[in-house]
């Protein structure tokens, strides 16, 4: 059985022609992309290093990603997607970049201890057991190396904002995107990564401002957050 949610997984196939349409859908990944390319940058240098993007989807920010590093690798179990992710790259001409449609898990027992920088955004509130794709991201990394999550708080504001808000209110994201019951405190991802052997270095919150359609990161993770670990060397 694969640590996957089938509806989910169509949902994302069924707009995949959209990815890269900065005006659909998509949108907000688009707009909060440079931003967290550049906290990734930041933190974990992607200048010379072998890069994974678990749950990669359409591939926005595997290309951006590729655009730095040595070598990025996407992966999701969304079969659309990736094949959008695949022509895209190819129609930028971004070449040292390769999709594969293969489990989180499956991956790590093929290549444990293999790359330099993981990220997995935006994707662990959409998987039935998401403590074990922090677990299988953390066998994936090498010692010394980053794994970086995205994903979205719960408590009252965030159900608020991120749901009310994004789905029913500004017409963000479409309705029945997200699942109040699936977004994960700050204090559960820092817990199932620090059980995978994973150190803590740091989290921002990404904030949004609907009047001038502007996302930036701060401090505030009580909505929308990253964070970054390390895996000892
Ligand atoms: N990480 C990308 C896309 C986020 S959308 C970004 O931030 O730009 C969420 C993605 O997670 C979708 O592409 C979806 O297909 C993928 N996904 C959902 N469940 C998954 C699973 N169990 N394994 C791999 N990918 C999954």
Redesign the pocket.
Known sequence: M????AQ??A???DL?HRWWDPESE?RP?HQ??PL?LEWIDELAGLRGKTVL??????????EAMARRATHVTG????AK??GVARLHALEAGVGNLKYREI??EALAAELPGHFDVV?????LE???DPSA?VRACSQLAKPGGWVFF?TLNRNPKAFLFAIVGAEYVLNLLPRGTHEYAKFIRPSELARWARDSGLALQGSRGMQYNPLTRRYWLSQDTSVNYLIACRKPG
């Open positions: 694969q640590n996957a949610d989910e997984l949902k994302f196939s995949a998509f990944l909060i992309n967290r993007d678990v749950g990669c989807g359409g591939g926005i920010l595997a992966i999701d179990l969304a997607p990736l489990a989180t990220t997995c955004m935006e994707m959409h998987v039935p794709v995205s």
